[in-house]
């Protein structure tokens, strides 16, 4: 499946994005899909993830209360709403998926063999 992840942008601390990732090519339905994010300098590090079903999420704990990630199955997407955003949040977001046949989730990275390009998320104090 190819990703195409949009919706970044600049916003001030304490506002709200809402970011998309489309699939293209095959059913995000069959697929488990996460979020990671990477911050100039460092490591990519996880963010949130949701099962086939999308009744399963999972969050950093460094988001959990002001993320949501859901999908919509229907529409081949999958979101992530951020709320209450700070200058920390700045990233470039990346979206990713895994064929599964089970209902589970996953918060490992390399896991997931499809990824869309990213992108970038700027808060500003």
């Known amino acids: 499946v190819q990703l195409q992840a949009s919706g970044g942008g600049l916003v001030q601390a304490g506002g709200s994005l809402r970011l998309s990732c489309a699939g293209s090519?095959?059913?995000?339905?069959?697929?488990?899909v996460g979020w990671f994010r990477q911050a100039p300098g460092k490591e990519r590090k996880f963010v949130a993830a949701?099962?086939?079903?999308?009744?399963?999420?999972i969050y950093a704990d460094s988001v959990k209360g002001r993320f949501t990630i859901s999908r919509d199955n229907a529409k081949n997407t999958v979101s992530l709403q951020m709320d209450s955003l700070k200058p920390g949040d700045t990233a470039v977001y990346y979206c990713?998926?895994?064929?599964?046949?089970?209902?589970?989730?996953?918060?490992?990275?390399?896991?997931?063999?499809?990824w869309g390009q990213g992108t970038l998320v700027t808060v500003s104090s």
């Open positions: 949701i099962n086939r079903s999308g009744d399963s999420t």
């Open positions: 990713a998926a895994i064929k599964v046949n089970s209902d589970n989730y996953y918060y490992r990275d390399r896991t997931y063999d499809s």
């Open positions: 090519g095959r059913t995000l339905s069959s697929y488990a």
